[in-house]
């Protein structure tokens, strides 16, 4: 089970010395972190860096208890970097090992997620090629195309 988007704001906290046990945290203060943290995610899955993060609907709505999604190796990466985001608004520096591991974290999942490039279907427009002969057609068929191989073996095409 991952963290709850919670404990992920709570972490960034405590990196920033803010921690719940010696300082009460105010719900506006809570709601502020979980923002920035779905709209921090939202920018990272648009590089590419899909972590199972569970992005909220509508930010109003967004509530601590629920479940990340977030794998527990991206867990620091994640919540040293929130944290890096929400220092300056509370006038607090960061430290630089929390700076250091924030930026060696992203960077691991952005590498993790450029070797592992997004599998994409082929388009119905293009060419089979020379060597391709047995299906008749010049062009690639999509999957969703193909059939079930009939009675005779042979495959039948829609």
């Given amino acids: 089970m991952s963290w709850t988007k919670g404990q992920i704001v709570a972490a960034a906290f ?13 719900p506006e203060e ?16 648009s590089k590419g860096i899909r972590i199972g993060y569970v992005q909220t609907a509508d930010p109003a ?4 208890a629920t479940d990340s999604g977030i794998a527990d190796s991206a867990n620091e990466a994640v919540y040293t970097n929130l944290a ?31 070797s592992n490039p997004q599998q ?15 299906t008749r057609r010049n062009f690639v068929i999509p999957p969703d195309v193909l059939v079930a ?3 005779d073996g042979e495959m039948n095409f829609g």
């Fill in 14 to 26: 405590e990196e920033l010395g803010l921690a719940e046990y010696v300082f009460d945290l105010q």
């Fill in 30 to 45: 809570v709601q502020t972190g979980l923002r920035k943290l779905d709209a921090m995610m939202a920018q990272w899955n």
């Fill in 149 to 151: 191989p009939g009675p």
């Fill in 120 to 134: 994409m279907q082929f388009p119905s427009t293009l060419p089979s090629g020379a060597g391709n002969k047995w």
């Fill in 61 to 64: 709505d967004v509530d601590s």
């Fill in 84 to 114: 890096l985001r929400l220092a300056g608004g509370f006038g607090k520096t960061v430290p630089t090992t929390t700076a250091a591991m924030a930026k060696d974290g992203y960077d691991t999942l952005l590498a993790v997620a450029m």
